[in-house]
């Protein structure tokens, strides 16, 4: 679920301006319900300026007042608040240091799991360069012994969208071979053979 923005001067807004429960405070807020308590107890959060999320577009007066009179229920952020995922921009992509030691697996893995996958596919998809996978292809990157084989979404350097869409891209042009649903197995005839003449 979305939480709103600012949720500790959300909260301090909702629990002095509203009769909602220390729960459906925190469940929208995202914190726990002992940490709204001692909010509106004056233990935390004491000079925080509350944000009004009527104010911000994060609520409205309806859903606020619905949720009063009910307290099982619990308060929706509007639809209008949630923010619109942002477009990726095309141009090489930063990886941290961290994660950079981890290409060489994720191009194994790659190679290993989708050979259709040209090299400038791989390239694009977890940032590295060509002479890079040419190395992690013939063994002879400097790091060869100890490279393994890891998947590059739970390396974190591509999203599982963009794994499959890079796939998707790559099978477009390939013709699929499907077989004639009346052709026989092979070796059928001579079971057939073995049956007749043990009759």
Excluded at 19 to 32: A, K, N, P, R
Excluded at 36 to 43: K, L, N, P
Aim: aromatic fraction near 4%; proline fraction near 9%.
């Amino acid at each position: 679920m979305a939480l709103p923005l600012m949720p500790k001067a959300t909260a301090v807004w909702l629990v002095e301006n509203t009769s909602l429960t220390f729960d459906q405070i925190g469940e929208f807020c995202g914190l726990h319900a002992l940490e709204v308590q001692a909010i509106a107890d004056g233990e935390v959060a004491v000079q925080m300026q509350g944000l009004d999320p009527i104010a911000a577009g994060q609520l409205t007066l309806e859903e606020i007042e619905r949720c009063q009179k009910d307290p099982s229920t619990r308060l929706k952020i509007s639809a209008e608040a949630v923010p619109v995922p942002a477009v990726k921009h095309r141009g090489p992509r930063y990886t941290p240091i961290a994660k950079r030691q981890d290409k060489p697996d994720a191009i194994a893995w790659l190679l290993k799991s989708h050979p259709e996958l040209s090299d400038g596919q791989i390239s694009k998809l977890i940032g590295t360069t060509k002479p890079t996978i040419a190395a992690v292809r013939d063994r002879s990157h400097w790091n060869a012994p100890n490279i393994k084989p890891r998947h590059p979404v739970a390396l974190g350097l591509c999203t599982m969208q963009e794994l499959d869409a890079t796939v998707a891209r790559a099978n477009r042009g390939k013709k699929v071979v499907v077989e004639p649903p009346d052709a026989e197995p092979v070796g059928a005839e001579e079971g057939d053979g073995a049956a007749d003449s043990a009759a």
